[in-house]
């Protein structure tokens, strides 16, 4: 490894420095908050930043021709590799440490444990998977549900962003789908993500570890109306496919909150989108998450089932389809105590999702939270502190130095 500045000092210190290497990409100056979608200029920019840091380390980076990124401490020709990282995209306006955590960390471990004199008995490999919040393709975790084969690369490659790109063209070729030869190298991921949510806060712990993830997925609603003019169509006369979405959020809200669920209507196209013309169509997105599978269905059923009672009273159509569906995740139990366990840390759960809930259905798989003063995520507000931050840098490397060294 190369000397630079930048690999000593405090820890805290080291992971500020790193950190202000990427803080200022892709943020929106008005906001404050970050517009990093997949392939685009900022993205593209903080991957050349993954490359120029393996190279630092003398780290080899290989694509596996889905966008996922892996640079390799290690043998070449070596299995049984422990893999971390996490991902750079993030969802319009997001906050700034959602997914590049993650990988930042992942680094900065691999300098923990040079610095120790451990040499591994396993490769280590740090990722940079591709589209994981769907922001610009729709489909969240593209990149590892490709790499495992969960999603179909021809349906992949006709993914479209808003402006009519494909997932294809921003790839630069047809995504090469399930690597089942990439993943038998592999023994086990440990995936480090700020938390979004309060618990360790309110448990007073700097770290945690994940125990599952909640059954969630997202659902388009697409409500057909009659387009006309909004100051001579009697309100008697009108077919509003607004008024049909406006109630369909209000009923999920209720059927979420009566359930223990969780739904949201946060993304909204309107069709002609004037002020003055009733809409023709109106598209919603529903993000519908739950504590276990059976109520997550009975929620998607209730707002489907209002919805159409709705359209029917305003004259309009709605058509609900399924765009991703992620069932419950249980990490590895045995993985996550031995990390609980090693790092006296609280377990916790968590209603977000994650590559590592992808690839928890083909490897052992554990997720390490770092306390989140504010509890706000996928927002500008959403923050950690250096300290917390460099408490999360040594949880992993003393994971990593556990899991390597069998």
């Known amino acids: 490894m190369s000397t630079d500045p930048a ?3 405090p820890l805290p210190d080291r992971f500020r420095a790193l950190w202000d290497e990427i803080a200022p990409i892709g943020r929106d100056a008005t906001t404050g908050g970050y517009l990093r979608y997949a392939f685009t200029e900022p993205e593209v920019a903080l991957r050349g930043w993954f490359r120029g840091q393996a190279e630092r380390r003398d780290m080899p980076v290989t694509d596996d021709g889905n966008g996922n990124l ?33 990988i930042v960390s992942a680094f900065l471990a691999v300098d923990e444990l040079r610095a120790a004199g451990v040499t591994p008995l396993r490769p280590l490999v740090v990722a940079a998977f591709a589209e994981e919040e769907g922001a610009r393709f729709g489909v969240p975790c593209l990149g590892s549900r490709l790499l495992t084969g969960a999603m179909d690369p021809q349906r992949a490659a006709g993914l479209r962003d808003a402006d009519g790109v ?25 995936e480090l993500h700020v938390e979004q949510g309060r618990a360790l806060v309110d448990r007073d712990a700097p770290v945690g570890v ?23 169509t009697l309100m008697a006369d009108r077919r509003d496919p607004m008024l049909t979405c406006a109630f369909t959020v209000l009923a999920a809200n209720k059927e979420a909150r009566t359930r223990g669920a969780h739904a949201t209507v946060g993304r909204v196209r309107v069709t002609p989108n ?15 998450r739950a504590a276990d599978q059976e109520t997550l269905a009975g929620l998607v059923e209730a707002v489907r089932a209002k919805a159409g009672e709705r359209a029917r009273r ?25 990390l609980a366990t090693l790092l006296d840390a609280p377990v916790l759960p968590t209603g977000a999702g994650h590559d590592a809930g992808v690839l928890a259905g083909r490897l052992p798989t554990a997720m390490l939270f770092v306390r989140n003063p504010t509890g706000v995520s996928h927002s500008p507000a959403e923050s950690a502190a250096d300290d917390d931050c460099a408490a999360g840098v040594t949880a992993l490397a003393r994971v990593l130095t556990e899991l390597t060294s069998r």
């Open 70 to 102: 892996f640079a390799r401490w290690g043998p070449a020709d070596a299995g049984d590799a422990v893999l971390t990282g996490s991902h750079f995209d993030s969802v319009p306006h997001g906050g700034a440490y959602d997914g590049p955590l993650g």
């Open 274 to 288: 004037a002020t003055n013309a009733i809409p023709t169509t109106v598209t919603g997105w529903l993000d519908a």
């Open 210 to 232: 994940a125990t599952a993830i909640w059954p969630h997925g997202r659902w388009r609603l697409d409500f057909h109306g009659e387009g006309n003019h909004a100051g001579t």
């Open 314 to 338: 305003d004259g309009t159509r709605v058509t609900c389809t399924e765009e991703s569906v992620t069932p419950l995740v249980a990490f590895d139990d045995g993985l996550g105590a031995r």
């Open 166 to 190: 494909s997932f294809a063209e921003a790839l630069g070729d047809r995504p090469a789908g399930a690597r089942p030869d990439l993943l038998a190298g592999f023994s086990s991921f440990v």
């Open 7 to 9: 690999l000593s000092g």
